[in-house]
T-cell receptor
Framework: NAGVTQTPKFQVLKTGQSMTLQCAQDMNHNSMYWYRQDPGMGLRLIYYSASEGTTDKGEVPNGYNVSRLNKREFSLRLESAAPSQTSVYFC???????????FGPGTRLTVT | GESVGLHLPTLSVQEGDNSIINCAYSNSASDYFIWYKQESGKGPQFIIDIRSNMDKRQGQRVTVLLNKTVKHLSLQIAATQPGDSAVYFCAETHNTDKLIFGTGTRLQVFP
């Protein structure tokens, strides 16, 4: 029972390159989330998915796209990476609404 | 790896003492609150939650207090241990899927 897994753990991109961050869960929860974490900014929501087939923007969606492939998987894509997207990215899952979210180990992304 | 970095408020306590970490929230309509612990290089870990119809909730060695009048939340850790050293975040929500996180407090435990 791995909970929430994320790949890759680390990534370095050049400006303009694209990549997809993967998230998978075995907790059978409906809601999945992508956050970024920057120094002094706490965790900010990029996109979330309340159920398979639905996605919604969070606080900082610009420059990102998401895909809820099935109940287990939720991917985050950077089409043209920028240095401002250097951050640590966390995927989280939960029952939605007023319930806790469970976080993956994170992906540390550096864009040069 | 860092969790949140350069200008985090820091609480330093001696091992065995009690710790109190505070959080001011912004939305008076928020009705659900969570505390998370984040160790270096790891994702946030759920500690305890509380709904707005409660003032206090206790877990194992932790207690969360909610004061809705002044929009204040606190996390009390009894008999603080070196393993409690981490960054602690509060989060709030108002009947939605979206949690709003605070910027965090670093807890340092000295022997």
């Amino acid at each position: 029972n791995a909970g929430v897994t994320q790949t890759p753990k680390f990534q370095v991109l050049k400006t303009g390159q694209s990549m997809t961050l993967q998230c998978a869960q075995d907790m059978n929860h409906n809601s999945m989330y992508w956050y970024r974490q920057d120094p002094g900014m706490g965790l900010r929501l990029i996109y979330y998915s309340a159920s398979e087939g639905t996605t919604d923007k969070g606080e900082v969606p610009n420059g990102y796209n998401v895909s809820r492939l099935n109940k287990r998987e939720f991917s985050l894509r950077l089409e043209s990476a920028a240095p401002s997207q250097t951050s640590v990215y966390f995927c989280a899952v939960g029952r939605g609404g007023m319930y806790e979210q469970y976080f993956g180990p994170g992906t540390r992304l550096t864009v040069t | 790896g860092e969790s949140v970095g350069l200008h985090l408020p820091t609480l330093s306590v001696q091992e065995g003492d009690n710790s109190i970490i505070n959080c001011a929230y912004s939305n008076s309509a928020s009705d659900y609150f969570i505390w998370y612990k984040q160790e270096s290089g790891k994702g946030p870990q759920f500690i305890i939650d509380i709904r707005s119809n409660m003032d206090k909730r206790q877990g194992q060695r932790v207690t969360v207090l909610l004061n809705k009048t002044v929009k204040h939340l606190s996390l009390q850790i009894a008999a603080t241990q070196p393993g409690d050293s981490a960054v602690y975040f509060c989060a709030e929500t108002h009947n939605t899927d979206k949690l709003i996180f605070g910027t965090g407090t670093r807890l340092q435990v000295f022997p």
